[in-house]
């Protein structure tokens, strides 16, 4: 991650301390109307950003917390989401998952978890209720802002419905049909009662269409206008991230040489290319015969970096008219004084940066060369790029590049970056959700260049390699378990091979 090396006394960054933000408003509509929604979405990605940026940051879902302790909607009484008149029992219900709800966000900045940032996510949509929660976080000493989806976009709503909602844990084993007419009531109910924000004597930030516009108030300091700019190049469109390493070159063992695809490098570009092409037709296939919206506009992007093998790989994909885009800023960790060397010789020439190399191999930096902090915060232009793209992306990078991207996406902590396993041949595909990333990875080629020896890629850049492929490494340089198998998504084709990747949050 791109987060500063250096620790305070207090465990909070940039001078920022306890920020509270309440997220506000309504998760879609029955009709096209400047209503609020999209709150988990940006929510779960807010979270994701600033533990990224190394800030301690937690959402706290008030519809999971429900869930948790009282069970799906078929569970709660029928007044349980309706407003205006309650039954005495359903309003003791309700307050009572609130307010343990929000004491666990106290917890959450109290001294033993030291959190900086919460997101509460709820819906807030009154004034009333709004004003009490800032009033009983300031007197905690927690700054509180207010964050406001709005939705003007009747497509992004239906998609939103039709998409997402049907898959929340409230309608797990519902018809699609009945689970969306239960949700829109749900709306067309609390609709009637939403206050939009307004109010100009507390900070607030309004995201119309999911960053389509953005609008604040009295917003200030550098952490806060971090996330101003993070909202403002977010979206929520469903698309598909892929993930494949670049071919075998002729020199595998050089980072300055710089060297073109092998023979066999140019037939698992071919491969990797039918495989890609055809995943793609597959899931549009299956979402289609899943009445799931499908966007004909969606075209296939490819991401590589300036080095020949990268871009070489993605040689197939230009012949088929793909868009491909280089990216100098995507080239692989320079090993510096170790390129070139084995792990045997570099253990021999260097035994004192190797044992702190061993100690922390995502902060420490050999001579010459780069740490894994370096990359992640080289990368930060990548991550904002990967954000703001709307349409199907494959990256054909290197080991270290993917670690450090899945590790964003994925949710994963510093220490766990150079603990990712990425194999050549293996395909790695993520879909950014609301309701957390799914993740999955297939097997596509076991030509040459994909053989391990002890975990290290045998004719490879050494260092790369083994900061990369030495399975779930960790700071104090003991060598743990395989990474666990990510469950398949949801509704999925299955995967002919799947393959280790670590669990998303």
Not at 113 to 141: C, H, M, P, W
Not at 148 to 173: F, H, L, W
């Amino acid at each position: 991650m791109a987060a500063p090396l250096y620790t305070t006394d207090s465990g909070r960054l940039f001078h920022a301390g306890k920020i509270l933000i309440v997220a506000v408003g309504l998760p879609g509509l029955p009709r096209p109307c400047p209503i609020a929604r999209g709150k988990t979405h940006i929510s779960r990605a807010l979270e994701r950003y600033l533990r990224w940026m190394g800030v301690t940051t937690q959402v706290f879902s008030l519809g999971d917390y429900r869930r948790r302790q009282l069970g799906g909607a078929e569970d709660l009484p029928r007044d349980y989401f309706t407003n205006g008149q309650k039954t005495p029992e359903t309003q003791v219900l309700r307050k009572k998952i609130k307010d343990s709800c929000e004491q666990l966000i106290l917890d959450f900045f109290g001294d033993d978890e030291r959190g900086q940032v919460a997101i509460y996510d709820a819906n807030n949509g009154t004034k009333a209720s709004r004003r009490a929660l800032g009033e009983k976080f300031e007197k905690e000493g927690v700054h509180v802002i207010f964050l406001e989806s709005m939705c003007t976009n009747q497509e992004i709503v239906m998609s939103n419905v039709r998409n997402v909602k049907i898959a929340s844990p409230d309608y797990k084993g519902w018809e699609p049909d009945k689970a969306v007419e239960d949700y829109m009531n749900r709306i067309r109910d609390h609709e009637r009662y939403y206050e939009p924000v307004d109010e100009r004597d507390w900070p607030w930030i309004k995201n119309i269409n999911v960053g389509e516009k953005v609008m604040v108030n009295k917003i200030q300091g550098y952490l806060q206008s971090r996330m101003i700019f993070f909202l403002m190049n977010i979206h929520n469109r469903y698309r598909t991230i892929y993930f494949a390493r670049s071919g075998q070159s002729l020199i595998e063992h050089s980072y300055r040489a710089d060297s073109d695809l092998s023979p066999a490098g140019w037939e698992y570009a071919e491969t990797l290319k039918n495989f890609v092409i055809d995943r793609r037709r597959k899931t549009l296939e299956h979402r289609r015969s899943l009445g799931l919206p499908v966007d004909d506009n969606n075209k296939l992007v490819v991401w590589t970096s300036a080095r020949r093998r990268s871009h070489h790989t993605a040689w197939p994909f230009l012949q088929e008219g793909v868009r491909v885009v280089e990216k100098p800023i995507m080239s692989e960790i320079n090993p510096g004084v170790w390129d070139g060397l084995s792990p045997e010789l570099a253990r021999e020439r260097y035994p004192d940066e190797w044992d702190r190399f061993l100690k922390d191999p995502y902060a420490h930096r050999a001579p010459r060369a780069e740490s894994y902090h370096d990359l992640s915060v080289r990368l930060e232009p990548v991550i904002v790029e990967l954000e703001r793209e709307q349409n199907d992306l494959l990256i054909i990078g290197h080991a270290s590049v993917i670690r450090c991207l899945l590790a964003y996406l994925i949710g994963l902590p510093a220490s766990e970056v150079p603990a990712v396993e990425i194999a050549r041949g293996d395909l790695v595909e993520v879909v950014p959700a609301s309701y957390g990333v799914h993740s999955q990875a297939f097997h596509f080629w076991s030509g040459p260049g994909r053989s391990y020896d002890e975990g290290i890629e045998t004719g490879t850049n050494y260092y790369e390699n083994y900061a990369e492929a030495t399975a779930g490494k960790k700071k104090d340089g003991k060598e743990s378990a395989a990474a666990e198998t990510v469950p398949q998504t949801q509704n999925a084709p299955q995967s002919p091979t799947p393959v280790s990747l670590p669990k998303s949050p």
